[in-house]
């Protein structure tokens, strides 16, 4: 779904975290063929974070976005992400995606995201999928994971924003974020427990706030992930 893309002056690193499929015979010979393309393997197993950071040291671009290896981009995402941030100044952007099942197929109504988002607003609900986020290159390079944590991903988000960070949605679907039975985003309790340890230990919020944010956390979970498709 990268080779697909509109846009084409991109640079792809691939970075194995120790796959025991083809993955690592498919991402060479991709390589090998496109030279845009680079495929890193890490030594021994990482973990998603410490993989994440391993790309954001090595990225060179203008701008850099993720992609988690089980989700896809539909063929504007680049182009559509880099012309709102030229027209916001955003130093991050994301967008709505749509929610599949394993073999690609919708599984929840797609999940549409607002135009902008401030700390506070993403405190009471995440808009912001892993997969659809795209930074300056400068944003990305003086960001990194934090490898302790469950939520990675929604911490550094929070992190940025409560900085100054400005960031601007692209209200259209552009990505497939894969929902699988027994990945992390699956068990609730976990992710639950993860979000309160957030707000309270990583950004160190008041209780009172904690509470205010967990409760909407709580709500926009079940709008999501217990509506009908």
Known sequence: SVIAQTVTDWELLVIDDGST??????????????????????????????????????????YVALLDSDDVWYPQKLERQLQRMADTGAGLSYCSYAIVDAKG??????????????FRGLLRENVIGCSTVMMTGEVARNSRFETTLHHEDYALWTKLLRDGCRAAGCSEVLTDWRW???????DK????????KIFRDYLKLPLTTCVWAFAGYALAGVKKYFSVK
Do not use: H
Not at 105 to 118: G, R, T
Not at 180 to 186: A, G
């Open 105 to 118: 197929e919708k599984a929840k109504p797609d999940y549409l995201v607002p135009e902008s988002i401030d």
């Open 180 to 186: 699988i039975e027994n990945s992390r985003s699956y």
């Open 21 to 62: 499929d083809d993955t690592c015979a498919v991402a060479q010979a991709l390589a090998q063929a496109d030279g845009r393309i680079r495929f890193l393997r890490n030594e021994v197993n990482m973990g998603v974070a410490k993989t994440r950071n391993r790309g954001l040291e090595l990225c060179r671009g203008r």
């Open 189 to 196: 309790r976990k992710s639950a427990a993860s979000r309160w």
